[in-house]
């Protein structure tokens, strides 16, 4: 078959051991941080919430839980998925875009004890960083911009033509994602989340924004993106019917996360809702 003489030749770039790798320390780090917050050794100083944030202390397990499925999801994304997704179909591509933005900061990120993200805060540029680039309108703007800008033909084709630039790219988007995702459901009560109005709207506007690109690329009659129609051709499928299902793969799980997100906050509402 074609993806699996495909495979063969590229052992490296379809296994990523180097991705591998990077999980393995990231785990090593992770469980040594853990021990010593156990055992008293790392502690932090223990802001004060606001009264528009409340700070999730969630079980242990579960947080060892999401970390672990997040070093999953990430090895995935960024090997096999990644390399698929790069040269055999947009669909797939779609699909690694969608995991690394919508699920891995949940799982990496948001899933770390308050110990851990505090001892990163204590590093002045990061905690400089986190609190410019996390303003609502500018995440929103800086996240959506940068997935609309990466589905525009002349600029995906030029990244899936060199390897090390998406790379680049991909780890760019997973930042912006943070800070997208940063303002609603912020961990640490000195960096307060919006209020339950704000976020209804911010989502909302989300939704809006990436609207275009997911229109044009389902009613476009020709395929966009050359290189990953080669690959679909090989494969035996049309690269325009393999551009639609990715768009539209792209709209139902825009929607179902927007929107499960939207209902949760909508159902919670109080009279209080639009000035938080």
Known sequence: MPWLALIQDHLWQFWRPDVLVLQIVLACIYIMLIRQIASGQLSVKQEQPTPSTTVKIRAPWRRHLAFSS???????????????????SFTLYVIQMLTSTMVLPWLLIFSLPYEIIQLLLQIRWIKQILYWWTRPIFAMVLFNGLLTATLIPVVLNHLLADNWLHVIAQNVIFLAAVFFWWPIVSPLPEFPQMGRGLKILYIAYSTNFMMPIIVILLISHNPWYPLLAQGVEQLGFSPLADQQVGGIVMLVAMYLIYGTLGIRLYSRQDESIWYQ
């Open 70 to 88: 997040g070093l999953v999801v990430m090895y995935v994304a960024m090997g096999p998925l990644a390399f698929l997704g790069e040269q055999e």
